[in-house]
């Protein structure tokens, strides 16, 4: 299991090879990588700077990571999700799963990403060239994390 919140970028292809590199009971390696989007509600986005509470949001990362891994068979995890003012085009998250079966792993990448637009404690404001607004949750994250209860 391992959770990074950073402010660094990060190399989707590293992260897969370390999680897979010499693992024979890896049958799927399972990644999703969100980016910064340019437009949002027909509004053209300059950036999008990310807010945390360290410590707290490591912790609450950490226990829906402990929640997957208790739900399916998964062999490895990998949560990366930034912070800072990000440009259009960067990637802000990243989940990876890795199981012996597909399935296993494609709903644990679906799990744990539905909690983080959902419930993980970031604060997401979109700087457009009327000034910045902050994104709130939208009922479709919310009922995408309902299906899971």
Do not use: C
């Not at 090879?17 to 053209?44: C, I, P, W, Y």
């Not at 990637?91 to 539905?114: C, L």
Request: aromatic fraction near 8%; glycine fraction near 8%.
């Amino acid at each position: 299991m391992s959770v990074s919140v950073q402010a660094d970028d990060f190399d989707v292809g590293a992260e897969i090879n370390a999680m897979s590199q010499g693992r024979m009971d890896v049958g799927a390696v399972v990644t999703f990588t969100g980016l910064v989007r340019d437009m949002a509600d027909g509004e053209k986005i300059a950036d999008m700077e990310l807010e945390h509470y360290p410590g707290m949001t490591e912790k609450a990362l950490a226990n829906i990571e402990s929640e997957a891994n208790s739900r399916w068979d998964l062999q490895a995890t990998r949560i990366i999700h930034r912070y800072g003012k990000l440009a259009p085009g960067a990637r802000i998250v990243m989940v990876a799963t890795a199981s012996p079966h597909r399935g296993d792993a494609f709903e644990a990448a679906e799990f744990i990403m539905d909690y983080l637009k959902s419930r993980a404690p970031f604060w997401k404001k979109e700087g457009t060239v009327d000034g910045g607004k902050w994104v709130d949750a939208r009922d479709a994250d919310e009922d995408a994390l309902n299906r899971w209860s």
